[in-house]
């Protein structure tokens, strides 16, 4: 999982620096280490580092040249290091690689054994010996060849030494072509690396190669045949990419929240048609996704259920293909992923479609695999969401969820559901711009755990909840149906921990204070988050209370939502953390 970018320019043209600005950009997707390689057409120069994009800047004097492909990289073969950072070069040959080569120990001892020698630990450094082993001339030929060999997914660049272009291949990663305005052409991961460069963009299928000069662009199906390329408009915009005066683009993008639920709602009816159309004679719905996009499908459930009585479950993608689903024509799968690109996610889609199930994407990316795939996209138009955590994006699925739900349920109830949905996004600016959570954020830094609770709707946002506080604060914390609580947890209360419990429902209020008063008894710290005045009455002067404007309980996840990710900001901003980019952690998973 990587961010990867070439550059193709005039013979005058600094096209290290616009690779290295390009990487800046795709930090979001790893950021353990970064390289650029650079050539004029004659010698290849290269610079690599451990740690962020930023580590180049120094060294970028000493890179001149026309062409330049980058990466910025997050770990899964080898640890972190300069060795280990791309590009891997093999003579002449210099490669950048997204993606994972399944069977790179077998060729890396094959290879080994005709007198290779390799450098790192990574898996991508095969792809450098065997293209150059392949190479006699012809880009084109030396990479088809190559990928040949690979079992896996992989995005790749290729630079080599007398050669003025860049080849490119890509297999179950994604990969962009950018026709620029400035006699350059580009190719990245990713749409913001080039936001400001171009307007026009071919995506490149599965199985298809590229050949990317200054002045052209050859694009080439597995067969080595030129295809006419599909252009397609650029949809990242350069402005969406500043921090707008944040300090961090995860509180820059907490405050996009209720942009992205009115764009999301506007853009839906664009899709009503379909929707409808690829609900007929469905008995059943599954929910797929990871992370945050799970935990959004939790609250999808109760939409569906509830709204349009359709029985639905939810599967985290990870687990979806190895379960042996029971699929058939009557099955709808609804795929929720940010990027559209989570491995994971598109490869239960696959196995959906092959089963002969319908299957609806939910994303936040045009022209994604996942997008490609789908029976129907529903669009979720949060924009750019730079922050590993996601935040915009999720309050976005929930958005596209509880429209669909909306869109497929019995006329006579449709009308009023639709309309409260219009509320949501002042009632997030409210939250947002009104919450006071600093005295919570600061009880959940100085303690060794934070668990959060709630029943129905309550518990799918403490799912996220105590995810989001994880990745950004590092804090050990779980989620919990407050039910739950007496069956174990309860062993894990005392002084040092923090229970944050939401009630939203007022139906369901006096249950979940029970689980407030059980941790009070043991002497833990409580907190409550909630809409419900009398909840809030009842704990003052004896928990944290963290009140949220009241609304329909089917509403309260947009607002929960975002109370308790802004909780962990806070939290991540007292503990010195950069929330911006968790440890260990990209936003685009594109690997199993």
Known sequence: MCGIMGCVGPASSDAANTVYKGLKKLEYRGYDSAGIAVTDGNAVNVVKKKGAVEKLLPSLAGLNGNIAIGHTRWATHGKPSDANAHPHRSGGVCIVHNGIIENYAELREELSSLGETFYSETDSEVVAVLFRRNYRGDLLRALAETVKLLKGSYALMVICAGEQKIAAAKYKSPLIIGYGDDGKNYCASDEPALADKCKIMTVLGDGCFA????????IYDGGLRPVTAKKVPLTAVSAELSLNGC??????????????????VSAFSGVESKLKEAFKNVSRVIITGCGTAYHAGLIGKRYLERFAGIPTEVQTAGEFRYTEPLINENTLVLAISQSGETADTVEAARLSLAKGAKVVA?????YSELTRLATVTVPVAAGPEICVAATK????????????????????????????INCV???????????????????????????FMGRDLDYAVAREASLKLK??????????????????????????????????DKELA??????????????????????????AENFEGRAEIVLLPKCDKFLAPFIASSAVQYLAYRTAVLRRKNPDKPRNLAKSVTVE
């Open 211 to 218: 050949l990317i000069s200054a002045d052209n662009v050859e």
């Open 247 to 264: 300090s961090h683009y995860m509180l820059k993008e907490l405050r996009e929240v209720p942009v992205s639920v009115k764009n999301t």
């Open 362 to 366: 939910v994303t936040n990316s045009a």
């Open 393 to 420: 994006s999720y309050t976005g699925q929930i958005a596209a969820l509880y429209l669909i739900a909306a869109t497929i349920c019995d006329e006579s109830v449709k009308t009023n559901i639709l309309g409260n």
């Open 425 to 451: 996004p002042e009632l997030c600016k409210q939250v947002i711009e009104n919450i006071n959570i600093n005295t919570l954020a600061h009880m959940c830094a100085k303690s060794r755990g934070v668990y």
């Open 471 to 504: 990745e950004v604060s590092y804090i050990p914390s779980e989620g919990y149906a407050a039910g739950e609580l007496k069956h174990g947890t309860l062993a894990l209360i005392d002084r040092k921990t923090v229970s944050v419990v939401l009630i939203t």
């Open 510 to 535: 006096e249950k979940s204070a029970n689980a407030v008063e059980q941790v009070l008894a043991r002497k833990g710290k409580a907190a409550v988050i909630t809409c419900v005045k009398e909840v």
